[in-house]
């Protein structure tokens, strides 16, 4: 049986890691843990129900202490593809930029609110409006998109950092 200080020691090295990311996350920015190429894979959910599997690739660009974000994710599945591209800065607990999707000629304004390590915002275009939830944490984010209006319901997907 292991001695009770050797349980608590082992315990916090285990949240070392996840300590300091967050504490530089917090002293330059939520973007600070995002830079680099992250692979990953998750589901695409039609608006009638019907489910397909998602490969996507993403690759982040992080600059001015975690604050400013260039975001490049690809994802594709049987019958489905999107390339969205944004450029996002941080300011004040808010994050403001713009967005862009190649495939479908998309294009507009994202706005909403990053706490720690996760993200939610609202993207919006001329006929395209859609929620985002981003989660990171160490070497691993979560991310879930709604849209609405579109024949797409949600694209839920786990990425890692490659």
């Known amino acids: 049986m292991m001695p009770t200080r050797l349980i608590v020691w082992v315990a916090l090295a285990a949240l070392l890691p996840q300590i300091f990311v967050s504490a530089v996350q917090a002293a330059s920015g939520p973007f600070a843990g995002m830079s680099g190429s992250w692979t990953g894979g998750g589901t695409l ?10 490969r996507c690739r993403a690759a982040y660009a992080v600059g001015e202490d975690g604050r400013n974000l260039q975001l490049n994710l690809r994802c594709a599945s049987d019958s489905y593809d999107f ?8 300011q004040g607990g808010a994050i403001a930029g713009s ?3 190649s495939s479908h000629n998309a294009a507009g304004t994202i706005s909403g609110r ?29 991310v879930v998109i709604e849209p609405q209006g579109t024949d797409v319901r949600s694209v839920a997907v786990t990425l890692s950092r490659r």
Do not use: C, K, P
Not at 116 to 140: K, M, Q, Y
């Open 45 to 54: 959910t039609m608006s009638g129900g019907q489910r397909e599997r998602l």
């Open 83 to 90: 390339n969205l591209a944004s450029d996002v800065q941080y």
């Open 99 to 101: 967005w862009s999707e």
């Open 114 to 142: 990053a706490d720690g390590r996760h993200i939610e915002a609202v993207a919006r275009g001329d006929n395209f409006a859609a929620s985002l939830a981003l989660t990171t944490s160490v070497g691993r984010q979560s």
